[in-house]
């Protein structure tokens, strides 16, 4: 990390000598919660499984279902009108704290006294106390100097690789652009998330990266690609 380091080092000090560094002050809101007033939970309730355990209209079911690949000796089943019941693990709620009384009530409580809904970027006034407090005990939790928060896995992943483009970009020697040989090269494999591929595209298309992909988990490709 000593090299990481110091290139963010200096993109600081290239931002502050252009007049670019910018500061997310919070907004302050009363922290009227205390530790005595969160509910803690030692053994599991029915919210942990209410997540995974769905119900699905069975015409949808069978349109899904259709869509996979025949593997010749699955019987054919169409669901009609009935509701079938389903385990879903495609969802991001891991650890079902969607469904956590606890959170509930939190969220609940917070809304009341707070109000809902952004109040805009976390740049312009969007940043409060609340969101600083997370960050922090978040930075301490993972053990991390500072933490980042982002409204979405999809959007840190954009946000962190178009970043690594725009420190290039800081420390190039034209002052520009960086040239082909100052570049970023990424290297990434054809199955790789969305969100990943968007961002280096993002970075690729401000002249920031160049981006090699490689077969999936194709070794022998990726060597020859370096």
């Known amino acids: 990390m000593g090299k990481w380091d110091h290139w963010v080092d200096a993109a600081l000090l290239n931002l502050v000598a252009r007049r670019l560094d910018k500061f997310s002050k919070p907004v302050w809101l009363d922290m009227s919660c205390n530790d005595g007033e969160v509910e803690s939970f030692s053994e599991p309730g029915p919210w942990d499984r209410s997540a995974v355990e769905i119900k699905m209209e069975g015409p949808s079911l069978s349109k899904w279902l259709s869509y996979l690949p025949k593997m010749g000796n699955e019987t054919s089943t169409k669901f009609l009108n009935d509701r079938q019941n389903m385990l879903l693990f495609s969802g991001n709620d891991y650890l079902c704290l969607s469904s956590h009384p606890a ?8 809304s009341l006294e707070h109000g809902m809904g952004p109040r805009g970027s976390a740049l312009v006034c969007g940043n409060t106390s609340y969101h600083e ?13 500072a933490c980042v928060l982002c409204p979405t896995g999809f959007a840190a992943n954009v946000a962190f690789l178009v970043t690594v483009g725009n420190i290039i970009t800081l420390l190039s020697t034209s002052k520009k652009k ?17 969100s990943i591929i968007d961002g280096i ?26």
């Open 178 to 194: 960086p040239p082909v040989h100052e570049q970023v090269a990424i290297f990434s494999d054809e199955f790789n998330h969305a």
């Open 103 to 110: 959170v509930r009530k939190a969220a609940s409580s917070a």
């Open 133 to 145: 407090s997370v960050a922090s005990t978040l930075a301490t939790l993972t053990k991390k100097e």
């Open 201 to 226: 595209r993002t970075a690729e298309k401000q002249g920031e990266a160049r981006l090699f992909v490689y077969r999936h988990c194709d070794v022998s490709h990726l060597k020859h690609l370096l």
